[in-house]
């Protein structure tokens, strides 16, 4: 069985990884950038507020000045803030990827906890990373694995409903 009409066989990685692993980290990462550019620019904007109230301008000019500064500090803020918030939260994405793809690699008994486990792991990764407390990496784990068990309800609901519908895909 060939995929060229000159018989060679292409290799064809789909099998292998299924396409929401590329998709979940990099939607992570978008969403990140932009939560931390607002964000980012937000706090630089109140920064230069509080910086410069003792010395506010007096002509027309001195605001034009002062708007068109504290506009570049608020991007530049923003990029950085949004990239590093990007990087933080694709990380995380592709953390909890990852453990569920290795978990549902180990076989089929560890196929129906996958998503609990990429939660529990998950947030045991974070809390390891920051240092949490024990009470407040209790809780992270307690979340991690609540929303585990949501995505894992959300799987079996849908192929629960293909079943139903007739798709034995």
Same mark, same amino acid.
């Not at 585990?148 to 409903?161: D, N, P, Q, S, T």
């Given at each position: 069985?060939?995929?060229?009409?000159?018989?060679?066989?292409?290799?064809?990685?789909?099998?292998?990884?299924?396409?929401?692993?590329?998709? %979940?980290?990099?939607?992570?990462?978008?969403?990140?950038?932009?939560?931390?550019?607002?964000? !980012?620019?937000?706090?630089?904007?109140?920064?230069?507020?509080?910086?410069?109230?003792?010395?506010?301008? *007096?002509?027309?000019?001195?605001?034009?000045?002062?708007? *068109?500064?504290?506009?570049?500090?608020?991007?530049?803020?923003?990029?950085?803030?949004?990239?590093?918030?990007?990087? *933080?939260?694709?990380?995380?994405?592709?953390?909890?990827?990852?453990?569920?793809?290795?978990?549902?690699?180990? $076989?089929?008994? +560890?196929?129906?906890?996958?998503?609990?486990?990429?939660?529990?792991?998950?947030?045991?990764? +974070?809390?390891?990373?920051?240092? %949490?407390?024990?009470?407040?990496?209790?809780?992270?784990?307690? %979340?991690?694995?609540?929303?585990?068990?949501?995505? $894992? +309800?959300?799987?079996?609901?849908?192929?629960?409903? *293909?079943?139903?519908? !007739?798709?034995?895909?």
């Amino acid at each position: 069985m060939s995929n060229h009409e000159d018989g060679t066989k292409r290799y064809d990685v789909t099998p292998i990884l299924e396409s929401r692993y590329f998709i %979940l980290p990099a939607s992570a990462a978008l969403v990140g950038v932009f939560i931390g550019a607002v964000r !980012g620019s937000r706090l630089a904007s109140l920064r230069f507020l509080a910086e410069n109230a003792h010395r506010p301008p *007096k002509t027309i000019r001195g605001w034009y000045l002062y708007n *068109k500064t504290k506009n570049y500090k608020r991007m530049a803020a923003g990029l950085l803030s949004g990239g590093k918030e990007g990087v *933080k939260l694709g990380v995380t994405a592709l953390v909890w990827v990852g453990i569920e793809d290795g978990l549902g690699r180990c $076989g089929a008994g +560890f196929d129906d906890l996958k998503e609990v486990g990429a939660g529990v792991g998950t947030a045991g990764a +974070f809390s390891i990373v920051y240092r %949490l407390r024990w009470r407040t990496a209790s809780r992270a784990l307690m %979340l991690g694995s609540i929303i585990g068990g949501g995505m $894992g +309800f959300l799987r079996w609901a849908r192929e629960y409903l *293909k079943r139903a519908r !007739g798709d034995f895909i």
